[in-house]
């Protein structure tokens, strides 16, 4: 069976990660979101899989490749141009990126399965195909139930008592929504969807495709499901996945490595001396990472491999990339570390490196500096402000 995942967007919503990491390959403790989505496709018998990729395009390719060692086989869309020599993105919008492929050569050619490439999902798949047939639907988006006071987040779907789709509401306020089943972005189509897609355009499946289908009555359903669904498309939306993961409250993604006492787990050859490092759990440490004496780690947290926590420091509540180094006495509490941002849960990031505080967050791989050098540079700092 064959199936899509979008995996064009630039995922503005949650940078500055995507500044250099595609949203299919953020990391869900050391995994990619996207590898998680194959390993379902696999376990439901979708054995064929197109993507279709603009923003980093190389990058998921080199690491999925084609899809052999994930049990799949898997096609490349690429949405763009190239420009002196360089791959210039250009997404086509969700529809248009299937459109785009159904012109190259009609692959969709029997029901087939649309997925998001940036969420965690636990769904039975052949239950959703099983209940699209049964109606006869030639469109059918997955809901999800949410509380009331949740729905300003997202995108309401509204069905009459037979699933029958009448109409979307994007975002509504509490007041004005009709309905509390949300569009997940998980979709089962029929291959005689693609003809309402126009071709050479941009076109999105939530914008454009479904208000032509309801608006022609076609036999567009919503199928509601109970099941595990952790979107990451935006900043605390991914600080709650990695919460989630570690707290055990999703059943398909296992935490890697050795549990070295309860809730605390790493990776291979990490460096602490366990008597003198205070560690709370849920905690995830990555290999080859040392922790020096006297630092405090508070989960649920997740330090990445290749970093250095130096003495002193404390990591509460936090997610620290690879290759991070800590400061003595840095207190790090609800921050995001990524390469040379430091972003809070809400998504403001701060640039170390321009606020003149890269002597606090570094990369793991430079010499820490010493106590004269960061004296040097808070003087240095302060000298130029005032």
């Known amino acids: 069976m064959k199936a899509m995942i979008l995996a064009a967007g630039k995922g503005t919503r949650i940078r500055p990660i995507t500044h250099t990491i595609p949203k299919p390959l953020i990391p869900i403790l050391q995994k ?3 590898e998680f989505l194959l390993e379902l496709l696999r376990q439901h018998g979708f054995d064929e899989v197109m993507v279709n990729v603009s923003h980093l395009a190389e990058q998921i390719e080199s690491y999925f490749r084609d899809g052999q060692r994930f049990g799949v086989q898997i096609g490349y869309s690429f949405e763009g141009s190239i420009v002196d020599g360089e791959l210039v993105g250009n997404a086509l919008g969700s529809a ?6 159904q012109e190259f050569n009609p692959f969709f050619d029997d029901t087939f399965v649309v997925l998001c490439g940036d969420a965690l999902i636990d769904l039975d798949l052949t239950e959703v195909v099983r209940r699209h047939k049964e109606k006869g639907a030639i469109a059918t988006v997955v809901t999800k139930s949410v509380p009331r006071e949740a729905v300003p987040s997202y995108g309401v779907v509204v069905t009459d008592d037979d699933g029958k789709i009448l109409t979307f509401q994007e975002k509504p306020s509490v007041e ?6 949300i569009n997940t972005g998980i979709y089962i189509f029929e291959p005689e969807v ?4 126009p071709p050479n355009q941009e076109y999105d499946i939530g914008g454009d495709l479904f208000p032509r289908l309801v608006e ?3 036999p567009f359903y919503g199928v509601n499901m109970d099941f595990e ?4 498309g935006k900043v605390p939306d991914y600080w709650q996945a990695i919460r989630s993961v570690l707290s055990g409250e999703i059943k398909n993604v296992d935490i890697p490595g050795k549990e070295i006492k309860p809730g605390v787990y790493t990776g291979v050859n990490v460096s602490i001396n366990w008597d003198k490092v205070d560690i709370t759990g849920p905690v995830y440490i990555g290999g080859m990472t040392h922790i020096e004496d006297g630092a405090k780690i508070v989960g ?4 990445g491999p290749n970093c250095w926590i130096c003495e002193g420091a404390t990591v509460d509540n936090s997610v620290i990339f690879e290759y991070s180094r800590l400061g003595r006495g840095v207190r790090l509490v609800d921050k995001l570390v990524f390469g040379r941002y430091c972003v809070d849960k809400t998504g403001s990031a701060i640039d170390v490196k321009e606020a003149a505080l890269d002597w ?9 500096p010493t106590h004269l050098e960061r004296v040097k540079a808070i003087s240095e700092l302060i000298n130029f402000r005032y």
């Open 32 to 34: 990619p979101v996207m």
């Open 96 to 101: 248009g990126g299937i459109k785009r492929i």
């Open 176 to 181: 004005e929504a009709l309905s509390t089943e």
């Open 194 to 197: 693609i003809d309402y897609i």
């Open 216 to 218: 022609l009555g076609l």
């Open 229 to 232: 669904w952790v979107d990451i």
């Open 300 to 303: 649920p947290a997740m330090i």
């Open 360 to 368: 606090l967050i570094t990369d793991s791989r430079q010499n820490c």
